[in-house]
């Protein structure tokens, strides 16, 4: 492993071989000077998009029956990065909670979307975090979209300064994810996620934490992926971005600790399957073939009686690249006039 500084970043540059035998660098942001609002308010201010507008960041947590987290999500975004221009807006997509999540998200101060009712289309059968995401983007005003799970106990805004950082410096990334050095979680990423990357994308095999909830892109390259309306989302992006720009366009940054409520056996099951199935739909798809008509898509999990099985629907449809719909175009002029 090669360590440099660059921007006076610690920045560690992971070479891995690519499908093709090629080194392939992943870059791995350890700490950086605009962790602050102040400082990457700065930053922010020098940076403009390919049109000479300046750069806007919107932050979007997609949430469901969060009510006891979601204020300690949003008000430290608010009340640091929104309070100095770090940030422009918090959008928290309310995916159909009972709760008060609604509620406590708009008394922190963001603006919030009521899922049924955002993005072009209206209701999406059987929608999971993908699709709350996609419509998280129609949603939102940035030019780089920024992704936090709604769920976490501990949370501080530095989480957000260093994932946009890297994308306000270094035009070639289009993707920047979390890592965590103290994280209880990643049971679907070790039994799951990193064997199948190990296996269809060894360029991403230094990736820490692929999966995490916590990550920031560019708005037209978010806007171009279709979007698995499950949990197979977070996969895919990783994986329509490495075919598209390459493993150099995707960078990790270090986010020190995750503490968030954690799903059972049986969600993970369920999570893991959806994961396998997009990333084996993508790679058939890559070589011109389709799914064999014989797969499935349910879950077998155990019931609480000896011998039981409970079948559970895996979420397998997919929603559409933003950029192909007709509304797109006027969405986006309407989004520049603001």
């Known amino acids: 492993m090669l360590v440099q500084e660059s921007w006076q970043w610690h920045v560690s540059w992971v070479l891995v071989r690519g499908r093709e035998g090629r080194a392939v660098t992943i870059k791995t ?36 029956n969060c009510s006891r987290t979601i204020q300690g999500v949003v008000t430290p975004v608010v009340e640091d990065l929104v309070a100095a221009g770090a940030v422009d807006e918090v959008v928290v997509v309310d995916h159909d909670s009972v709760d008060d999540t609604a509620s406590l998200a708009a008394g922190a101060g963001a603006r919030v979307i009521r899922f049924s009712a955002a993005g072009p289309i209206g209701e ?9 995401m996609w419509k998280g983007i129609w949603a939102s005003d940035g030019d780089i979209v920024v992704f936090v799970d709604g769920d976490h106990l501990r949370f501080d805004s530095s989480k957000v300064s260093r994932l946009v950082g890297p994308l306000l410096r270094d035009p070639a990334l289009h993707h920047v994810r979390a890592f965590y050095d103290q994280y209880e979680g990643g ?24 999966l ?47 503490q968030h409520t954690k799903g059972d056996w049986a969600h993970i099951s369920l999570q893991a399957f959806e994961l396998l199935y997009v990333a084996l739909r993508t790679e058939l798809r890559s070589q011109g073939r389709e799914l064999p008509e014989h797969w499935g898509n349910v879950v077998m999990t155990p019931g609480e009686r000896p011998g039981e099985v409970v079948q559970r629907a895996a979420r397998t449809a997919e929603l559409p690249p933003l950029t192909s719909l007709p509304e797109w175009a006027d969405r986006e002029r309407e989004r520049l006039r603001s």
């Open 29 to 64: 942001f350890l700490g950086s000077p605009t962790d602050g609002p102040q400082e990457l308010a700065a930053v922010k201010r020098a940076s403009t998009t390919p049109l000479g507008a300046l750069a806007r960041v919107s932050v979007v947590i997609p949430a469901r």
């Open 187 to 210: 049971r679907t990423t070790e039994a799951m996620a990193r064997p199948v990357l190990s296996l269809l994308h060894p360029e991403l095999a230094g990736l820490r934490q692929p």
């Open 124 to 132: 999406i059968p059987d929608s999971g975090k993908g699709a709350v």
């Open 212 to 258: 995490s909830g916590e990550h920031a892109s560019r708005r037209v390259t978010l806007a171009g992926l279709v979007f698995p309306v499950g949990w197979g989302t977070e996969f895919s992006i990783l994986d329509q971005i490495s075919r598209r720009h390459g493993a150099s366009a995707i960078g990790q940054v270090d986010l020190q600790y995750k």
